[in-house]
């Protein structure tokens, strides 16, 4: 299996690799092209985003900054909207499903490292898929961690750290994000 296979599958994978260079270079392309951009290029926006993105749904809005590690691992349904300077770290597919509303600042990480300290000393990478349900909110500067899902209709606060899945419906607030009561 290639490393890029290895990445991608969550196992453990050399970053260095010619391949995931040459990606990390085409990704760095993109961002810097992207990030030039303002509202009134909105077609060429999604002619950037549609060569980059593993699937770009209908609609929808990411705004500048955007910043990736690949880019064909990130998977967008219709009408998902990303506030200002959001991060997704993609070495392994990231879902965002339809009408997902996704605040400033906020940090998606597929991307984790060995626990193993001696796999850390072979410079060995790993990743865990991060999926987010349709209809979903996150508030400003959450960071979503590897291996996550978000439910449907879940509401994470800004400022959150998700370490762990979120039912469908739940809020979730604090570091790290644990479900609130619901209001009556």
Not at 33 to 60: H, I, M, P, V, W
Not at 86 to 101: E, F, K, N, S, Y
Not at 112 to 140: F, Y
Request: with cysteine.
């Amino acid at each position: 299996m290639t490393e890029k296979g290895k990445m991608i599958a969550g196992a453990l994978y050399h970053p260095g690799d010619d391949e995931l260079f040459q990606d990390r270079e085409k990704a760095q392309a993109f961002m810097h092209a992207y990030n030039q951009t303002t509202l009134k290029d909105r077609g060429f926006r999604r002619e950037l985003l549609a060569s980059c993105l593993g699937a770009l749904g209908e609609r929808g809005a990411i705004r500048t900054p955007f910043s990736i590690d690949y880019g064909y691992n990130i998977f967008l349904g219709d009408d998902v909207f990303m506030n200002y300077g959001c991060v997704l770290l993609d070495v392994c597919p990231i879902r965002i499903g339809d009408m997902a509303q996704i605040g400033p600042g906020v940090q998606i990480y597929a991307a984790d490292h060995p626990r193993d300290p001696a796999d850390r000393d072979q410079g060995l990478e790993l990743g865990h898929p991060v999926t987010i349900g349709r209809n979903v909110w996150i508030g400003g500067l959450a960071i979503i961690l590897p291996g996550v899902t978000i439910g449907e209709d879940a509401i994470v606060g800004a400022g959150s750290v998700v370490t762990r899945d979120v039912p469908d419906g739940a809020t979730v607030a604090g570091n790290p994000a644990r479900q609130l009561p619901e209001r009556g």
